[in-house]
């Protein structure tokens, strides 16, 4: 049989994107943060530099995945999402971009706003300012059922709405994230370094799923690293699992379960729930590196990466990549929950 060797670049070209995002964005050395914790040497690509909305992971996924929108004529996007959502903040800014408009099923009830403005600041302000329609629904556990019942009820109403999944994750989304390898591979080569991990906060799975699967073409030495923020370890993983053999499909590249790493242990209490730890990593990225991590997302990966080398992970001699998802905004509607 022969062996498919096309590289990563190639077979993400069959795929075309609207061309929405900031790309690449920067891959940059945490020299301060590295000499606190005494190694391994700490990168950091800045997936908060994606441009529009303040920018972040979500909108690699939207590159892709509106295409698919446009390209059937949809005039309304829907997604959904909680009070503080980044996915739902960057799904807003990138309707009112492409002048469509904007449906978010807005969960409530998945935990208990932690500050008086939470409701009101931060990502929900944003939402509204860039124009998004708010429909406020019960959290149910099912992340994606109010969005299609959203979705059935426009339709119903006559408009031609597309479905954005709950933080843009699919297949497709995961396919669009496998470009974060094809840029984090070759600015690596030009920094003289190979990364022995990337490690990120992992949660409604699309972003790890896209990073195992490209990670397989461009860098198979390289150790995908997801932190569960989720409070549901085996959940998120099964997500991964999922989205990385639907994207490993549509790329033709082989797809190594083993190769799915979540750990557990770093949450807190509850998603959206910051604890010290997370306040802890939170300070350090800000005072040390001027990077403002949120409580919900990014401070919890953080935190758990620092967790992994305060117990040994890597040699003082590796290189390990954080990846800042973005989520800044968020910073704002906890502020009072966060003792800073």
Same mark, same amino acid.
């Given at each position: 049989?022969? $062996?498919?060797?096309?590289?990563?670049?190639?077979?993400? =070209? @069959?795929?075309? /994107? *609207? %061309? !929405? #995002?900031?790309?690449?964005?920067?891959?940059?050395?945490?020299?301060?943060?590295?000499?606190?914790?005494?190694?391994?040497?700490?990168?950091?690509?800045?997936?908060?530099?994606?441009?529009?909305?303040?920018?972040?992971?979500?909108?690699?996924?939207?590159?892709?995945?509106?295409?698919?929108?446009?390209?059937?004529?949809?005039?309304?996007?829907?997604?959904?999402?909680? $009070?503080?959502?980044?996915?739902?903040?960057?799904?807003? =800014? @990138?309707?009112? /971009? *492409? %002048? !469509? #408009?904007?449906?978010?099923?807005?969960?409530?009830?998945?935990?208990?706003?932690?500050?008086?403005?939470?409701?009101?600041?931060?990502?929900?302000?944003?939402?509204?300012?860039?124009?998004?329609?708010?429909?406020?629904?019960?959290?149910?556990?099912?992340?994606?059922?109010?969005?299609?019942?959203?979705?059935?009820?426009?339709?119903?109403?006559?408009?031609?709405?597309?479905?954005?999944?709950?933080?843009?994750?699919?297949?497709?989304?995961?396919?669009?994230?496998?470009?974060?390898?094809?840029?984090?591979?070759?600015?690596?080569?030009?920094?003289?370094?190979?990364?022995?991990?990337?490690?990120?906060?992992?949660?409604?799975?699309?972003?790890?799923?896209?990073?195992?699967?490209?990670?397989?073409?461009?860098?198979?030495?390289?150790?995908?690293?997801?932190?569960?923020?989720?409070?549901?370890?085996?959940?998120?993983?099964?997500?991964?699992?999922?989205?990385?053999?639907?994207?490993?499909?549509?790329?033709?590249?082989?797809?190594?379960?083993?190769?799915?790493?979540?750990?557990?242990?770093?949450?807190?209490?509850?998603?959206?729930?910051?604890?010290?730890?997370?306040?802890?990593?939170?300070?350090?990225?800000?005072?040390?590196?001027?990077?403002?991590?949120?409580?919900?997302?990014?401070?919890?990966?953080?935190?758990?990466?620092?967790?992994?080398?305060?117990?040994?992970?890597?040699?003082?001699?590796?290189?390990?990549?954080?990846?800042?998802?973005?989520?800044?905004?968020?910073?704002?509607?906890?502020?009072?929950?966060?003792?800073?």
């Amino acid at each position: 049989m022969q $062996v498919d060797r096309r590289p990563l670049l190639d077979r993400l =070209a @069959v795929f075309p /994107r *609207l %061309g !929405l #995002a900031t790309l690449p964005t920067p891959l940059e050395p945490m020299k301060r943060l590295t000499a606190h914790l005494g190694g391994p040497r700490l990168w950091v690509k800045r997936e908060d530099a994606t441009g529009l909305g303040f920018g972040g992971n979500k909108l690699r996924k939207l590159d892709y995945v509106l295409h698919e929108a446009i390209s059937r004529g949809a005039d309304t996007i829907v997604s959904g999402g909680v $009070v503080q959502s980044n996915s739902q903040r960057q799904v807003a =800014a @990138v309707a009112a /971009r *492409l %002048g !469509l #408009a904007c449906h978010l099923a807005v969960y409530h009830g998945r935990l208990e706003p932690p500050t008086p403005e939470y409701k009101t600041s931060g990502n929900a302000f944003l939402n509204r300012l860039f124009g998004a329609h708010l429909h406020d629904v019960p959290w149910t556990g099912d992340r994606n059922a109010a969005i299609r019942a959203l979705v059935d009820d426009l339709k119903g109403k006559g408009s031609k709405p597309y479905f954005v999944p709950y933080g843009v994750s699919n297949a497709l989304g995961a396919v669009a994230y496998a470009t974060t390898i094809a840029e984090i591979e070759p600015q690596a080569a030009r920094l003289g370094f190979r990364p022995a991990a990337i490690v990120h906060c992992t949660g409604s799975a699309g972003t790890q799923a896209g990073l195992v699967v490209g990670a397989a073409v461009a860098m198979p030495d390289t150790r995908i690293v997801g932190i569960d923020i989720d409070a549901e370890p085996a959940r998120v993983r099964a997500d991964v699992v999922a989205f990385a053999k639907e994207a490993s499909d549509l790329l033709d590249v082989p797809f190594d379960e083993a190769s799915v790493e979540v750990v557990a242990g770093h949450a807190g209490p509850a998603y959206g729930v910051p604890h010290e730890a997370t306040i802890e990593a939170i300070r350090l990225a800000g005072r040390l590196e001027a990077l403002p991590l949120d409580p919900v997302y990014s401070g919890k990966g953080l935190a758990g990466l620092i967790a992994l080398i305060r117990q040994g992970r890597w040699r003082k001699d590796e290189d390990v990549v954080f990846l800042y998802t973005g989520g800044a905004p968020a910073l704002f509607a906890y502020q009072s929950a966060l003792g800073i």
